[in-house]
């Protein structure tokens, strides 16, 4: 059973640095992309990064593009995701996501639908 468990989530200020992990329970070698998305009150959810498992290449919304970064240090370990620079705009429940699908090369935004697994979503909160 594949399981995504996010933590690192919390209270910040505005211009204030927090770091996001991802921990998937299954077999690695399944994994070909980890995603966050996060979803603010009364919004939809919105992809926020993305990040190659197997070769590290990553992809990111416009709107955290220079902010925000993905890491994994290698096949056993989380995922990271190293935000920057918050802002109040940032205050969502942020979710981990799993596509076991070839790195599709995004030159736009995924969708949510591409991606079959999900955290259980860690709340993030900025204030100004």
């Known amino acids: 059973q594949v399981q995504l468990v996010e933590s690192g989530g919390g209270l910040a200020q505005a211009g204030d640095s927090l770091r996001l992990s991802c921990a998937a329970s299954?077999?690695?070698?399944?994994?070909?992309?980890i995603a966050w998305f996060r979803q603010a009150p009364g919004k939809e959810r919105e992809f926020v990064a993305a990040i190659n498992w197997n070769d590290g290449r990553t992809y990111y919304a416009d709107s955290v593009n220079g902010r925000f970064t993905l890491s994994r240090e290698d096949a056993k370990n989380p995922v990271y995701l190293q935000m920057n620079s918050l802002e109040p705009e940032d205050t969502a429940v942020y979710y981990c996501?799993?596509?076991?699908?070839?790195?599709?090369?995004?030159?736009?935004?995924?969708?949510?639908?591409?991606?079959?697994?999900w955290g259980q979503g860690t709340q993030v909160t900025v204030s100004s």
């Open positions: 299954l077999d690695t070698f399944s994994v070909n992309t």
């Open positions: 996501a799993l596509d076991r699908r070839a790195w599709q090369n995004y030159s736009s935004n995924p969708d949510m639908t591409d991606f079959a697994y």
